[in-house]
C-alpha cells in the first residue's frame, strides 16, 4: 500500500509534464490528431460501442451542435 502512495505525487507531476507538451504543440500547430469517428450528441450510445470496441480507427469526436 506504501508504495502506490509514494507513486501517486510522480504519477500526478508525469501528468501535468505530458499536458504541458501537449499544450505547447497545440499552440505549434505541431500536435497532430487521427480523427477516426465523428458522431452527433443523440448518437453518443453509437460512440460508446465504438469506443468500447477500440473500432473507431482513431479519436472519436462527438458534436454538440
Known amino acids: 500500500m506504501e508504495d502506490h502512495v509514494n ?7 508525469y501528468r501535468s509534464i505530458k499536458l504541458r507538451i ?24 453509437e460512440a460508446h460501442r465504438s469506443m468500447e470496441e477500440n473500432s473507431a480507427g482513431g479519436k472519436i469526436v462527438v458534436v454538440t451542435s
Open 7 to 13: 507513486r501517486a505525487p510522480r504519477l500526478g507531476l
Open 22 to 45: 501537449s499544450i505547447k504543440q497545440v499552440e505549434a500547430g505541431t500536435l497532430h490528431v487521427h480523427i477516426g469517428r465523428v458522431f452527433h450528441l443523440d448518437q453518443i450510445a
